[in-house]
């Protein structure tokens, strides 16, 4: 069984910085894809970044390209979430996401539904 613990979370000041954590554990932590997403109050579920399987491409939504950055440790089945320049729009509740199915395009790693395996989530709070 996979297990994905997210870490990191707080509140934060606009224009600062935060690094997520998430320990992935279960199973070969190269035979996933993961990702971040995020949810606001009232809203729905959304993807923020995510990184393929041995590390070696990344993507992002356009509302964080450029100030986040998404990285993984495949040594320490680790996968990190660097977040800087906060806005107080991206105050939600992280939550990591692992992924085993293999995709050609990455456009299918922005949704949800692609990935088996969530962590319980970790609050971002942005203060204005």
């Known amino acids: 069984q996979v297990q994905l613990v997210e870490s990191g979370g707080g509140l934060v000041q606009a224009g600062g910085s935060l690094r997520l954590s998430c320990v992935v554990s279960?199973?070969?932590?190269?035979?996933?894809?993961t990702s971040w997403f995020r949810q606001a109050p009232g809203k729905e579920r959304e993807f923020v970044g995510g990184?393929?399987?041995?590390?070696?491409?990344?993507f992002y939504a356009d509302s964080v390209q450029g100030r986040f950055t998404v990285s993984r440790d495949n040594a320490k089945n680790t996968v990190d979430l660097q977040m800087d320049s906060l806005k107080p729009e991206d105050s939600a509740v992280y939550y990591c996401a692992a992924s085993s199915l293999l995709y050609p395009n990455i456009r299918y790693y922005y949704a949800s539904r692609t990935y088996a395996y969530w962590g319980q989530g970790t609050q971002v709070t942005v203060a204005s």
């Open positions: 990184i393929r399987h041995r590390g070696n491409s990344t």
């Open positions: 279960g199973r070969t932590f190269t035979t996933y894809a």
